[in-house]
T-cell receptor
Framework: DAGVIQSPRHEVTEMGQEVTLRCKPISGHDYLFWYRQTMMRGLELLIYFNNNVPIDDSGMPEDRFSAKMPNASFSTLKIQPSEPRDSAVYFC???????????FGQGTRLTVV | KQEVTQIPAALSVPEGENLVLNCSFTDSAIYNLQWFRQDPGKGLTSLLLIQSSQREQTSGRLNASLDKSSGRSTLYIAASQPGDSATYLCAVPMAGTALIFGKGTTLSVSS
């Protein structure tokens, strides 16, 4: 398996634009996690899915953020409208069970200007 | 609410030294503890996972210990090499949620 695949690797957008980040988890993994990493706050959990169903979205900062998992092999994180404070690295991770080893993608570095 | 703390935030050592990175957590009701490595501009690579019933886990020059009762874990790196330079993060899963991370220790090993 190629591991967790995220796209794009880098995204630069203007404030107010819609941004969509994509993730393909490892095949057979039932859990998918979205994290955000900043220098100030470190790694923060945004939302996670089990069998394509959102389980905990308490980390989603506000209504501008939304996440979907239409099938077992694809998830999106959307920010609309984007703001400069959303600039961060967004990671997707997957695991077979919630408490087993988690595997991370390479991340998407988002810059909102 | 679970909080994970890593000390020190940064560490510089000469090549060949043995070193210890520390991780502490406030709630001992954990299923396991994971140590990750992150290189600049890269994702996280899992190094070791210690189950709550274990006290130690080893992989090559790395040894991780876990003391649930005191809320502590250590990552021991033997005979450090410049290639070990990276940020090391520990994380614990909590019931009802996913991994909670510390802010990491940035290690620099000079040759």
């Amino acid at each position: 398996d190629a591991g967790v695949i995220q796209s794009p690797r880098h995204e630069v957008t203007e404030m107010g634009q819609e941004v969509t980040l994509r993730c393909k988890p490892i095949s057979g993994h039932d859990y998918l996690f979205w994290y955000r990493q900043t220098m100030m706050r470190g790694l923060e959990l945004l939302i996670y899915f089990n069998n394509n169903v959102p389980i905990d979205d308490s980390g989603m900062p506000e209504d501008r953020f939304s996440a979907k998992m239409p099938n077992a092999s694809f998830s999106t994180l959307k920010i609309q409208p984007s703001e400069p404070r959303d600039s961060a690295v967004y990671f997707c991770a997957s695991s077979f069970l919630r408490d087993t080893e988690a595997f991370f993608g390479q991340g998407t570095r988002l810059t909102v200007v | 609410k679970q909080e994970v703390t890593q000390i020190p935030a940064a560490l510089s050592v000469p090549e060949g030294e043995n070193l210890v990175l520390n991780c502490s957590f406030t709630d001992s009701a954990i299923y396991n503890l994971q140590w990750f490595r992150q290189d600049p501009g890269k994702g996280l690579t899992s190094l070791l996972l210690i189950q709550s019933s274990q006290r130690e886990q080893t992989s090559g020059r790395l040894n991780a210990s876990l003391d649930k009762s005191s809320g502590r874990s250590t990552l021991y790196i033997a005979a450090s090499q410049p290639g070990d330079s990276a940020t090391y993060l520990c994380a614990v899963p909590m019931a009802g949620t996913a991994l909670i991370f510390g802010k990491g220790t940035t290690l620099s090993v000079s040759s």
